[in-house]
């Protein structure tokens, strides 16, 4: 992989002093990247023996896996720029965006188009369905201010459980009759049931719009990784150090300001001077690793902070056990896989000639059941899962790999406006030197072109003088992958997930 310097900007304005990135994911990297074009070295301390975060990408025996699937699609032009920076063009492949519903052996377009589940359901069912619409619109549940309550009002029990249901509740842990109301709106405005019928009956009269996504995207082909080992290269090149394996377990900070990042390799301690630090960790944890600690109100609000946690298992199957999309939402109650990726539709490089591989992925807490388990018995039980949707048979697996990911998605829960603001405030006050980016540092529901936006903002904030409100970015109420949308923001949708107060 190359490993030159980045293209040299003009000389930077003023040296930021010793600057050290906590983090070697999207923006960790990003941050070193733009440093290194003004000229300025950093060091960059990475707790795991792997660059990219949750962008990263596994190997294991040749087989290649996306952890969680990243789309290279971007509304903001910087990002887009940066990308083909890092990756000359030809590393890019340009794919077909396909997903859709896989529920009782049959593929439903996704996002949802009532008229095609409607057909896909068949006759009897169907009828079912606009029955319990019908039902639910004479009489609606009294409480819609709950995500099951609205969806139930407009679409009827039946198609709420078959499409809504469970796979709400399999991705984020909580019941969907807990949920907020406005989470769902945004997510189902463009779907119409009644809509639905009448086209059914006046298809050529009465056709509904339904926004357009983008139909490729482009990606890597060795995967997202490939991305973030290439930039990794390259700002060491460029006189930057990364250390890996080295997971920081204090900020020194005094007289208002962070002045050393100690970090752990190998059992050995190292402190690294610094007049600035930008941190990508998780924001609970640099709180918590402040020394001298924060007091006890910041302490608690950093521990508040929820996280959801992810693994994937990878089988190897036969190419003709694949299918074309990038990955299939799993709606059946039976199973609890709730996203099936097929590497093979990302990258042709990802998998061998004749085969493909299949990533079950699963939506757990960390120290749970399913997280503790052992990888066998999760590959079984992933085997098992295939052979239930019907999606492969047991014979045709020849390999299977667990590849776990920790705090994977920020929660947002009823308190943790609160808590991020506890927390940014102490920042602010005690060490206005430490600046927070990325999904996890912001403890905020960013993609990876958001993680690497608030890194190339901050970098500009520290050295080009500028005052760019990181806390801005992804603030939409929606991200779409929609064809010719517009505005400002950057955003991406995520629900509150109610959590009961602590007795």
Not at 173 to 198: F, H
Request: glycine share 6%.
């Amino acid at each position: 992989m190359a490993s030159d310097a980045p293209p040299p900007d003009e000389a930077a304005a003023t040296s930021p002093g010793a600057v050290v990135i906590i983090g070697a994911g999207p923006a960790g990297l990003t941050a070193a990247y733009e440093l290194a074009k003004r000229h300025v070295t950093a060091t960059v301390l990475e707790a795991d023996d792997v660059v990219g975060g949750i962008s990263r990408t596994v190997e294991r025996d040749g087989w290649r896996f996306d952890i969680g699937g990243h789309r290279f699609f971007t509304k903001v032009d910087e990002v887009e720029r940066l990308w083909h920076e890092i990756l000359p063009d030809e590393d890019f492949l340009l794919r077909p965006r396909k997903s859709r519903i896989f529920y009782n052996g049959k593929y439903f377009d996704y996002p949802l188009r009532a008229f095609n589940a409607l057909r896909n359901l068949g006759i009897v069912e169907a009828i079912k369905c606009v029955v319990s619409y019908v039902w639910a619109r004479i009489r609606p549940p009294k409480d819609q201010t709950n995500y099951e309550g609205w969806l139930v009002a407009r679409f009827g029990w039946r198609l709420y459980r078959t499409f809504f249901k469970t796979y709400t509740e399999k991705v984020w842990g909580v019941p969907v009759s807990s949920m907020p109301a406005d989470w769902a709106a945004q997510r189902v405005k463009n779907l119409s049931l009644s809509s639905a019928v009448i086209n059914a009956i006046l298809p050529k009269r009465n056709q509904t719009d339904i926004t357009s996504l983008i139909e490729e995207f482009q990606y890597p082909k060795y995967g997202p990784g490939m991305m973030w080992e290439v930039c990794r290269d390259k700002v060491e090149a460029a006189g930057s150090k990364v250390v890996m394996s080295s997971p920081v377990v204090a900020i020194e900070h005094a007289d208002g300001r962070a002045t050393a990042v100690v970090s752990e390799t190998d059992g050995v301690r190292t402190s690294y001077p610094a007049e600035h630090v930008i941190s990508s960790m998780p924001m609970s944890e640099l709180l918590l690793a402040m020394d001298p600690p924060v007091p006890a109100d910041v302490e608690r609000a950093a521990r508040d902070l929820q996280f959801r946690d992810f693994l994937s298992v990878a089988l190897v199957v036969p190419e003709t056990d694949g299918f074309p999309d990038n990955w299939i939402y799993i709606h059946d109650p039976e199973v609890q896989v709730g996203r099936i990726q097929n590497y093979g539709s990302w990258s042709p490089y990802m998998v061998k000639p004749g085969y493909t591989c299949l990533g079950l992925e699963y939506f757990v807490f960390e120290g749970d059941e399913m997280w503790n388990a052992a990888d066998e018995d999760l590959i079984e039980q992933a085997k098992r899962e295939l052979l239930i949707l019907g999606l492969a048979e047991l014979r045709d697996i020849e390999a299977g790999y667990v590849v776990r990911m920790p705090k994977a998605y920020p929660t947002y829960d009823q308190f943790y406006k609160d808590n991020v603001e506890v927390l940014k405030g102490w920042l602010a006050e005690h060490a206005p030197n430490v600046h927070p980016v990325g999904r996890n540092g912001m403890h905020k529901y960013n993609n990876q072109d958001h993680s690497m936006y608030t890194a190339q903002l901050t970098v500009e904030n520290i050295v080009d003088g500028t005052d760019h409100d990181i806390w801005s970015v992804n603030v939409e109420e929606e991200y779409h992958e929609e064809k010719g949308s517009s505005g400002s923001g950057t955003g991406r949708d995520a629900p509150i997930i109610p959590r009961a107060v602590a007795s």
